[in-house]
């Protein structure tokens, strides 16, 4: 017994900042970032934390499953972008919607929704749980160079979130990391400590794109073989594949690489940019609420990065 999906919400904040804006304080173009990237807009927050988004997000999921917030039993935050080191994020949005239940935040940068999924799936099998909140929830915006036209054209805000409860939806799944310091990097704020020597670095966004490319097609195709294999299926059965949003030339690759039919490859990247833990709930709930994802549809979720890490799973979508 693990779980099934009960609702989902996601949220963005309402500042849409296009690639012609970009363009007006940095040496890019809308031609550059929408052919090498897919992105044509991002939602970059103004006035919002990222303890707003995931709060929006998470009320949106728990209306859906209309559950009340004291009906759940454990809430999961995916973030590197938290608003405070402590308390957690996930903890902040417990005392904001009213629940009483443990809480957390698990870091595992863009895999970290389906890392929550898998560690969430742990507590339903135990029997300590019965009803869940899920969320990814990143303000990637305060952790960029905005000089550097290189990353900070790719990001974006947001947060996605899903009410899991009692079922057998979670069909399998894969969690897997590389410990690699050289391809992505986000080095953390030096501190003020007068007896600490080592130099102080900028606490932005340092990546190597290519090599990041390289992994993430490499991990998304074996990934989504492995637990298209372990749910006992073939690609053929697989209705939708719900791609973390890096870049849509990944996800191109990723396409021909398996033989699943490339309209079941789903994308929002043009709209939203890369947010991280935050994009496959937020792509979820985009194709939920349009009404796409239909009684027992196998759907694939799959991410990589920071980490670097990996991740996939194989849903069997319910309709309530
Ligand atoms: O979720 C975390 C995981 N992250 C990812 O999955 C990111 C994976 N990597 C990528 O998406 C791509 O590697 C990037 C979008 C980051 C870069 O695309 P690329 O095709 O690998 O470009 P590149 O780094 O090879 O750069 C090509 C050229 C360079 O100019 P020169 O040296 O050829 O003259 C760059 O300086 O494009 C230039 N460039 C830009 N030009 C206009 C880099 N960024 C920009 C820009 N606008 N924003």
Redesign the pocket.
């Known amino acids: 017994m693990n779980f099934e999906v009960i609702g989902t919400g996601h949220y963005a904040p309402e500042n849409v900042v296009t690639n012609d804006d970009l363009a007006k304080f940095?040496?890019?173009?809308d031609e550059?970032?929408s052919t090498?990237?897919g992105v044509k807009e991002r939602r970059i927050c103004t006035t919002e934390t990222t303890a707003d988004l995931a709060y929006q997000a998470a009320m949106n999921a728990i209306t859906m499953a209309d559950i009340s917030p004291q009906e759940l039993d454990l809430i999961l935050c995916a973030t590197i972008s938290a608003d405070d080191v402590s308390p957690s994020l996930a903890c902040t949005l417990q005392k904001r919607i009213g629940a009483d239940c443990p809480a957390m935040d698990i870091n595992a940068?863009?895999s970290g929704f389906i890392y929550m999924l898998e560690t969430a799936a742990g507590f339903f099998e135990r029997g300590t749980v019965k009803k869940a909140l899920v969320i990814g929830a990143e303000r990637m915006s305060r952790l960029l160079n905005w000089n550097d036209?290189?990353?900070c054209?790719?990001f974006g805000d947001g947060a996605g979130a899903m009410v899991l409860s009692t079922g057998n939806s979670y069909l399998s799944s894969k969690v897997f990391a590389k410990g690699n310091t050289d391809v992505?990097r986000i080095p953390q704020m030096h501190g003020m400590s007068p007896f600490y020597k080592n130099e102080a670095e900028e606490p932005y966004l340092l990546?190597n794109?290519?090599e990041?490319?390289k992994f993430?097609v490499n991990a998304m195709t074996k990934d989504v073989q492995e637990v298209v294999e372990k749910a006992g299926l073939q690609e053929e059965d697989i209705a939708f594949v719900v791609p973390?949003q890096?870049?849509l030339?990944?996800i191109d690759s990723a396409k021909r690489k398996l033989s699943i039919a490339p309209e079941r490859f789903c994308s929002n990247i043009e709209r939203y940019g890369?947010t991280?833990a935050a994009s496959i709930p937020i792509l979820v709930d985009e194709l939920n609420r349009d009404g796409k994802l239909k009684d027992k549809d196998k759907v694939v979720l799959c991410s990589?990065?920071?980490g670097l890490s990996s991740a996939a799973c194989v849903l069997e979508w319910k309709v309530r």
């Open positions: 940095l040496d890019t173009s550059w970032i090498r990237v940068a863009c036209r290189s990353t054209v790719i992505i990546m794109g290519q990041t490319f993430a973390h890096a870049n030339r990944i890369n991280s990589f990065g920071g």
